[in-house]
């Protein structure tokens, strides 16, 4: 998980990088939602692949496919192959993380869970340090690609000790094969449709015509997909589990939905070095581990929890815009994102506890995938439409400016929403 953090905290910091190297401002926005995109289908097939056969197999399959996407995108000479790298790199990375959820609900007994996610969010507390420093430092000394090639040989010690523990790795064979092939199938579509939907997005101010036909045979596709990798009931927020998942999905939205740009402002706007801009994510990352340790030592109400947490999240959002502002420096990023990254901390680890409260044994990996899948495809959707609206009003300073703030205000809504609906966790 360290060595997964370094990648997560040093790629955000080294896109304008990569965005002038390759001529990709177009598809800033797109390198992140093709990782996230492809996460969403592996997550699926991960979960039903740890309920049917066990763990093990997901997160090595998992972890290798993570790092072949690392090579790949650090060997792209161009866009069009850096965002298929970072394809393979999100079908890597959706199949681990939801293995190891699974390996968590299958070894740990709940009431070690809350302590065992903290140590998680504490395995991105040194990367959330050193990483974008790191990051920048490597882009500006050597180049951008030695910040993916770095990381690949380091995962194989790493993997190494976790074997002879995922020996331990049970299943249930809980899903028929039906009903296994009608998820995998949903899977497809509500990847295909979200990726085609921000494709449409981002074709409206090319052609209208072509956008909107796009945006409508995406969303078609996510109507038919999405209601089937979600527990009854999610999409109209019945209250307990579907609430939840769908919870999830909100907080990633409203905080990745930003986070993605603030390297971009700051260097664009601000004229941060590359390693200036990555110490606003560091901030983050570290607000976000303090706040998941704090929720494993409070014995707080969930939907109490959560309601701390969107307004937290809401606060650093909205304190973001301040960075667009000529009077302001654009360190004020820094408390700001603190703040978020501790909503954040709460509020995540807070959701996934719960889920696995809700969740009985036999459909633990399930539940987990459709965690994923709207964590994924929350954080997709609004990245994508982020980088849409920056194409929509332009590239120059004071343009990606105007787009920044408008994200930001978008993604405020959404953390107001989850502000509202929190309660709604309880059955």
């Known amino acids: 998980m360290t060595l997964v953090a370094f990648e997560g905290m040093s790629v955000g910091v080294v896109m304008p990088a990569i965005s002038r190297e390759l001529d990709a401002l177009d598809l800033y926005g797109m390198s992140f939602s093709a990782f996230l995109i492809a996460g969403l289908f592996a997550n699926v097939v991960a979960g039903l692949w740890s309920d049917r056969k066990g763990h093990a197999l997901p997160f090595v399959a998992g972890v290798a496919l993570f790092v072949v996407g690392m090579a790949l995108a650090g060997a792209a000479t161009t866009k069009e192959l850096f965002v298929l790298a970072r394809v393979v790199q999100g079908l890597g990375g959706g199949a681990a993380i939801v293995a190891i959820y699974v390996m968590i609900a299958r070894v740990y007994p709940p009431e070690v869970r809350p302590r065992v996610f903290a140590g998680l969010s504490a395995a991105w507390v040194v990367p959330a ?36 523990a995922l020996r331990q790795s049970v299943h249930d064979g809980a899903e028929s094969g039906s009903g296994a092939a009608l998820r995998i199938l949903s899977a497809g579509a509500t990847a295909a449709g979200a990726g085609v939907l921000l494709f449409g997005v981002d074709q409206m101010h090319r052609s209208a015509v072509i956008g909107a036909l796009a945006t409508l045979g995406g969303a078609g596709l996510l109507a038919f997909g999405l209601p089937r990798l979600l527990p009854p009931g999610a999409l109209r927020l019945a ?11 909100m907080y990633s939205a409203a905080f990745f939905g930003v986070n993605s740009f603030i390297p971009l402002v700051l260097t664009q706007v601000q004229h941060f070095g590359t390693a200036q801009a990555g110490i606003a994510l560091t901030t983050g990352a570290l607000g976000w581990s303090a706040g998941s340790y704090l929720q494993s030592k409070r014995a707080f109400p969930p939907e109490k929890l959560l309601r701390t947490g969107a307004v937290a999240v809401l606060l650093g959002v909205l304190a973001t815009m301040l960075t667009v502002l000529p009077a302001f420096s654009g360190w004020i990023a820094v408390p700001a994102w603190i703040m978020a990254g501790l909503g954040m901390g709460i509020s995540v680890t807070t959701v996934s506890v719960t889920m696995m409260r809700q969740s009985p044994e ?58 509202t609906v929190a309660p709604r966790i309880r059955a």
């Open 129 to 164: 340090m050193v990483g974008p420093a790191v990051a920048g430092l490597v882009a500006d000394s050597v180049g951008w690609r030695w910040v993916f090639y770095g990381i690949c040989p380091l995962v194989v010690p790493a993997l190494v000790m976790l074997l002879p």
């Open 239 to 249: 209250r307990g589990l579907p609430t939840t998942i769908m919870l999830r999905g």
């Open 362 to 419: 036999a459909e633990q990996g399930k539940n987990s995938a459709a965690l994923q899948v709207m964590d994924t495809l929350g954080s997709a959707l609004a990245i994508g439409v982020g980088g849409a609206l920056i194409n929509l009003i332009g590239h120059a300073p004071a343009e990606i400016s105007t787009g920044f703030v408008v994200i930001a205000l978008l993604m405020g809504a959404v953390a107001l929403t989850a502000l």
